[in-house]
């Protein structure tokens, strides 16, 4: 498999130790440069706001006390594509963000590379536009 995310940046946010190792890990072997990866929202804002921009996030629906809707919000305002990631079914989600790509719990690297591929590309013409 040829690297897919070369020189996109992606915004990791997962509360799970091991699930966002394995997501860091996803995104480097297809090329990708990891922002993050952060276990709350409001470490992830933090980043953005400082203006470590990604090109692509992906966020944990569940963060544990909190849900990742207000990050994905923020993304969406700054034209930046998210893939939201759930142990449950697309439906189960709030009507507001069922457009969302999304990725089913447990995951391997195929289907990461599946949800963020797309969206990198098409990110890449908005990243290039954000940096000059």
Same mark, same amino acid.
Not at 109 to 118: D, I, K
Not at 119 to 131: C, E, I, V
């Given at each position: ?15 799970? $130790? ?5 997501? !860091? ?17 409001? !470490? ?22 909190? $849900?990742? $809707?207000?990050?994905?919000?923020? =993304? ?5 594509? @998210?893939?939201?990631? @759930? ?9 507001? $963000?069922?457009?969302?790509?999304? =990725? ?11 949800? =963020?591929?797309? =969206? ?8 290039? @536009?954000?940096?000059?």
């Amino acid at each position: 498999m040829s690297p897919s995310l070369s020189g996109r940046n992606v915004l990791i946010v997962e509360d799970e $130790y091991l699930l966002a190792s394995a997501l !860091q890990e996803a995104v480097e072997l297809l090329g990708g440069r990891v922002v993050g990866p952060f276990a709350r929202v409001q !470490q992830a804002m933090q980043s953005i706001q400082s203006g470590d921009m990604p090109d692509v996030g992906l966020l944990d629906v569940n963060l544990g006390s909190e $849900y990742s $809707y207000p990050l994905a919000d923020a =993304l969406a305002e700054r034209g930046i594509p @998210t893939v939201l990631i @759930t142990g449950y079914d697309p439906d189960a989600l709030p009507e507001a $963000y069922r457009s969302l790509s999304y =990725l089913r719990k447990p995951f391997d690297l195929a289907s990461v590379s599946s949800a =963020l591929e797309g =969206l990198a590309f098409a990110a890449q013409g908005q990243s290039d @536009t954000r940096r000059n």
